[in-house]
């Protein structure tokens, strides 16, 4: 395999693949970047598969998905047929510092069920991962809808670890005419429930903190456990339960918003007078995630988020960065129009306790 750097521009009469495979069929595929020329080939295949109800709309805007593809810190992959140059997939990654992210895998229908997905989605994807922009990169994440049993297989396959699963995650719906305005999220279309995956690499538990904090609460444990038996690396950690409100006085936090999703993200440690403030600014939206820190301080915090409503779904190693020391996170998702019963799930055998843990939850 040739692995190539985007930063190679190719002659005009050149194709430069960074792989090549061939389907069941025995028809040879090549991936390579995509760049501007290929945004009309994309949105048509998301408009095939999805019509216009894709989570983010600029897929249907060929000059803004134009600019996309452009940048430098994403990286969409093509997968064509070689013999006449048709495109019948794509995907991204997205890097962000140390963190990458996995998103828009999408194969036209007749290429289906060829092997070409699992080629574009996992053994491409990885290719990239390996070319000297991501040497930095310590983790790469991914979400996979809760009744794509198909695309958690992928996922798995790319050697991915599930560390949680949030109800009512992704909002589907026709986007194209919504305007961000400010806590003015897009309304609840069709809601479905999202597994979260993370490849997590060498590098990050050398830069992570081995001292895991968290409230003694059952629930915090099977999340931890549940991802622990995954990472041998966590073997070595030193985990700290503790009861109470102890250092409620500290309060440091981060705040972003997903308009598409209707998702607002906390980071961090918030007092109770603040977090008041915080529900009642944002109780139109579809639902808060709070991802805290698994140090000393966070412990007030996570009893503070079940006093007020929040149910744990998930476990995030290495997520927090702090003077590049890495903790871990809890997730915990808040639901203000207590939107998140509707759990239709299919999912494999490795997903199946945190489907069970989190109906269990989400039923109380």
Known sequence: MQIVSRRQVPTEKESIYFQKFVDKNGIEYGLRFGNPKDAKAISNIFKEIYQYDYLDPIV????????????????WVIGELLENK???????????????????????KKFQGLGV??????????????????????????D???????????AQYAGAIPFGLIPAYNNYGDKRG????????????REEPAFLYSIIF??????????VFLLDNEDFIFFYDYVKS????????????????????????????DYYKGKVTFYGYIKEKSLKNILKTYSNWRFILWKIPTTENGISSMKLALD?????????????????????????AYYPRNNCHDLKINCTELLKPLEQKIKELFSS
């Open 60 to 75: 249907y805007n060929i000059e803004e998905l134009k600019k996309e593809i452009s940048k430098n810190n994403k990286f």
């Open 86 to 108: 048709e495109v019948a997939g794509t995907g991204l990654v997205e890097k962000n510092r140390y963190i990458a992210h996995a998103a828009k895998v999408v194969v036209k």
């Open 117 to 142: 997905t699992t080629k574009i989605g996992a053994a491409g994807l990885i290719s990239i991962l390996k070319m000297p922009q991501f040497k930095d990169v310590l983790r790469l994440d991914t």
């Open 144 to 154: 996979v809808r809760g009744v794509g049993i198909g695309t958690q297989k992928l």
């Open 178 to 189: 919504f305007i961000v305005d400010d806590n003015d999220p897009f309304p609840p279309v």
């Open 202 to 211: 060498k590098n990050l538990w050398s830069k992570r903190d081995k001292n």
């Open 230 to 257: 995954m990472n041998k690396k966590m073997n070595n950690d030193i985990l700290i339960l503790e009861k109470g409100k102890k250092h409620n006085n500290y309060e440091l936090y981060g705040v972003s918003k």
């Open 308 to 332: 007020k409503g929040f149910k744990i779904v998930g476990y995030d190693v290495g997520f927090n960065n702090i003077n590049w020391t890495l903790f871990d996170s809890v997730i915990l």
